[in-house]
């Protein structure tokens, strides 16, 4: 199984909803990442976990709270949001060790914020 | 710092040309090198990778050769389908790091 799952597909909230974005791997991954991707722009680093522990984090604003429950889950809470918050939302997983091995990425969760 | 630059698109090409997506890098010690593809309202797929230098990568008929002394990695293949209309990253991560870095990604559109 080489897949990383993303849940929901697509979502659409309003500013003061609280939503929450999930992701799962069942390759024994040990480092799982949130990316933020605008409309033709790479992928941009959010959020990085190494043995469920937050390692990473590219000064993203409090209104986007990650969380690992465990080695295989990686979830992103939202709150508050704004309409410039709409985005692609991408998880992914790699190995962790040397360092020099790829992220494989989900499907992706395309945000709308109204 | 560490980056990658691509070749800014789009490029159009009609089915069965040759492609080229030129790919240049800087950074420190060793980098592993990759290309992502991106379809249409999808996610990223590693295309391929290479780890060390005079490595090549190659899937789906796609070839990147890491040169280091040019600092490049090149997407080449040979004859492309409508079926490749994506757009294409490369990327890096350094030796013992976490942060993918990726260029600014190359739009493909292949005409029948």
């Known amino acids: 199984d080489t897949e990383v799952t993303q849940t929901p597909k697509h979502l659409v909230m309003g500013m003061t909803n609280k939503k929450s974005l999930k992701c799962e791997q069942h390759?024994?991954?040990?480092?799982m990442y949130w990316y933020k991707q605008k409309a033709k722009k790479p992928p941009e680093l959010m959020f990085v976990?190494?043995?469920?522990?937050?390692?990473i984090n590219e000064s993203v604003p409090s209104r986007f709270s990650p969380e690992c429950p465990n080695s295989s889950l990686l979830n992103l809470h939202l709150h508050a949001l704004q309409p410039e918050d709409s985005a692609l939302y991408l998880c992914?997983?790699?190995?962790?060790?040397?360092?020099?091995?790829?992220?494989?990425f989900g499907q992706g969760t395309r945000l709308t914020v109204v | 710092g560490n980056s990658v630059t691509q070749m800014e698109g789009p490029v159009t090409l009609s089915e069965e040309a040759f492609l080229t997506i030129n790919c240049t890098y800087t950074?420190?010690?060793?980098?592993?090198l990759f290309w992502y593809v991106q379809y249409p309202g999808e996610g990223l797929q590693l295309l391929l990778k290479?780890?060390?230098?005079?490595d090549k990568g190659s899937n789906k008929g796609f070839e990147a050769t890491y040169r280091k002394e040019t600092t490049s990695f090149h997407l080449e293949k040979g004859s492309v389908q409508v079926s490749d209309s994506a757009v294409y990253f490369c990327?890096?991560?350094?030796?013992?790091?976490?942060?993918?870095?990726f260029g600014a990604g190359t739009r493909l559109f292949v005409k029948a």
């Open positions: 992914a997983s790699s190995q962790v060790g040397t360092g020099r091995t790829e992220a494989f």
């Open positions: 390759m024994g991954h040990r480092a």
């Open positions: 976990y190494s043995y469920e522990k937050l390692s």
């Open positions: 950074a420190t010690g060793y980098p592993s």
């Open positions: 290479a780890t060390k230098a005079d």
């Open positions: 990327a890096l991560i350094l030796t013992g790091g976490f942060k993918t870095i």
